[in-house]
């Protein structure tokens, strides 16, 4: 089991999460973050942070979704480099915040 972040948080990348992670196991790329899942231990606190309620366990996914996001988690988090202090957000934000299906959008 890991935790995973999802669609919400494309564009948005608000960054609360970072802050509270006790394996320090973020990745960021240019309008996403990405959990490594081997190294992610689920405890579950990044849950409440995240402005955009990106992050969900993985069990808690369909299944098609749960290897979709796996999948995106773990190649991503293996290319992008290591975030553990909060930053601001993406300077649109708050605009792509509720919008659903941005994946498309998702820059590696
Ligand atoms: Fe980090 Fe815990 Fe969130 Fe996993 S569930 S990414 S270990 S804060
Ligand atoms: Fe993304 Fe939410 Fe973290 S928008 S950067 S998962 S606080």
């Not at 996914?61 to 796996?70: A, E, G, S, Y």
């Amino acid at each position: 089991m890991t935790y995973l972040v999802t669609d919400n948080c494309i564009q948005c990348k608000y960054t609360d999460c970072v802050e509270v992670c006790p394996v320090d196991c973020f990745y960021e790329g240019p309008n996403f973050l990405a959990i490594n899942p081997d190294e992610c231990i689920d405890c579950g606190v990044c849950v409440p942070e995240c402005p955009a309620e990106a992050i969900v366990a993985e069990e808690d996914l369909p299944k098609d979704q749960r290897v979709f996001w796996l999948d995106i988690n773990q190649r991503l988090a293996e290319k992008w480099p290591n975030i553990t202090k909060r930053k601001d957000a993406l300077p649109d934000a708050d605009t792509w915040k509720d919008k659903p299906n941005k994946i498309d959008l998702l820059k590696e």
